[in-house]
């Protein structure tokens, strides 16, 4: 029992090291971001622009597809922009359930998800959450973010 349980726990830090917590090359090698807001406040966006603006690491562009990375901010309060090309939804009749909300939406109140995401192939890379109640000033979106990216450049 005691080497079933030694050999797990080394097999549990191995993949800490090489699981979710590290980065794909496409992150590291990324030059340019497009931040996708999908919540209903403007100042997180504003916040993370700021951020990325003092961190100086990304270009911002202003279309996912000329971007190598998304940001993709959500609170639970989802938005999405809807062209005029675009028909409304129509509701449907025999959908009076509001499907359940995923993983990737579920927030808890109070928190902001900030999520990396493969443009191309519309993969999560990075995903983290940081608390927004209070004052935006306190709000540091992109430290996880940013600490993800160092430990990634320290660990080669």
């Known amino acids: 029992m005691f080497f079933l349980g030694l050999s797990v726990a080394m097999a549990g830090a191995a993949a800490a090291k090489n699981g979710p917590g590290s980065l794909p090359a496409s992150v590291l090698s990324a030059h340019t971001v497009y931040v996708e807001n999908q919540t209903t406040d403007a100042q997180l966006q504003t916040s993370i622009y700021a951020e990325l603006m003092k961190w100086g690491r990304f270009q911002i562009a202003d279309t996912p597809q000329k971007a190598d990375l998304i940001l993709r901010i959500s ?8 062209s005029g090309d675009e028909p409304a939804p129509v509701a449907d009749a025999k959908s009076a359930v509001p499907a359940p909300q995923t993983a990737e939406e579920s927030v808890p109140p109070g928190f902001t998800r900030i999520t990396v995401v493969d443009p191309k192939s519309g993969n999560a890379l990075w995903s ?18 940013r600490e993800a990216i160092e430990k990634a450049h320290n660990g080669k």
């Open 128 to 145: 983290g959450q940081k608390k927004t109640a209070g004052s935006p000033a306190s709000w540091h979106l992109l430290d996880g973010f």
């Open 75 to 82: 609170n639970g309060n989802f938005v999405k922009f809807v």
